[in-house]
Every structure is written in structure tokens, then in C-alpha cells.
């Protein structure tokens, strides 16, 4: 928020094309969190630019009981969190793209040396085993892709 609000400041507005945001938020603080952008683009006259989702994320790791529920996180509730994000992103603006950080476990969130809140953000666990949000973001994207 810092960095756009400079920009703006700035008049960076005839110097970029896209918007982007960074969000890890649950559905609920999903919207806050766009609409907040939104308004911060608009007093800066950069409402009209598109707002690109380029990271978020969700945690699961349901092999380590431990690790689930250091984060209170589960492959249910990152499948949830994940469809419901990419669906508010879409409902937004239909121009908008949103990107999950990230495809793979960036890290073995098995051992305690792993366990970074993001060790289990992958929607493929290392090995690439799918989680449940990999077929779940599947079957959301053909559902709102697939011609008539």
C-alpha cells in the first residue's frame, strides 16, 4: 500500500499499465483489500487501470498434524480460501488475472526446520502430489472458462 500510494503521489498514473496486489487474505478481508486499492488508484486518477492479483496464497499441509495446527490450515480450507479469492478477483473486474503464489511447496513443511508459515503454500506438495485446491482451482477455472 505504501509503495502505490508514493506512486500516486508521484504521478506515476501515465507510467504503467497494470495494478497489481499481493494478497493472503481470507475471502472476507479478500474484498477490503481490492476495494482499499481500488480507492487508493481513483484519487490518484489511475482508476481506470486494471488490478492484476499477481500473488496469493493459502497454507496446507495436512500430512503434519503439527504443522496444521501451528497454522490453523488444511487442504478443505485452502481449497476454500483459494476457489472463493479467485472467484472475488474475477467478479472484481473481468479483466482482472490473479496468480497463486505459489504451484509447488517451496519447503518440506514436514520438519520443524520447514515450518515457515509458507512452507505449505503450494497447491502440489513437494513430489508433486496435488492437493485438494489444485483439483478445486481446476474445476472452478473450467467452470468459468469453458465456452457455451
Known amino acids: 500500500m505504501e509503495w502505490l500510494e508514493r506512486a500516486g503521489q508521484l504521478g506515476a498514473k501515465d507510467y504503467f499499465d497494470i495494478a497489481t496486489i499481493h494478497s493472503y487474505a ?20 489511475m482508476g481506470d487501470k486494471p488490478l492484476w492479483i499477481n500473488e496469493l496464497g493459502a497454507t496446507a499441509y495436512d500430512f503434519s498434524p503439527e504443522y496444521s495446527q501451528k497454522y490453523s490450515c488444511s487442504e478443505l480450507k485452502q481449497a476454500k480460501v483459494l476457489t472463493a479469492n479467485y472467484a472475488l478477483s474475477l ?3 473481468p479483466r482482472m488475472k490473479a ?4 504451484t509447488y511447496d517451496p519447503r518440506d513443511s514436514a520438519h520443524e526446520s520447514g515450518w515457515a508459515w509458507d512452507a505449505g503454500i503450494g497447491v502440489l506438495y513437494l513430489g508433486f ?3 485438494l485446491s489444485y483439483a478445486a482451482l481446476a474445476g472452478v ?3 468459468l472458462d469453458r465456452p457455451e
Open 129 to 131: 502430489l496435488p492437493k
Open 26 to 45: 481470507a475471502p472476507s478481508g479478500y474484498s477490503a483489500a481490492i476495494k482499499q486499492r481500488r480507492d487508493m488508484l481513483a484519487r490518484y486518477g
Open 91 to 93: 467478479s472484481e473486474d
Open 141 to 143: 477455472s473450467y467452470e
Open 99 to 102: 496468480f497463486w503464489f505459489c
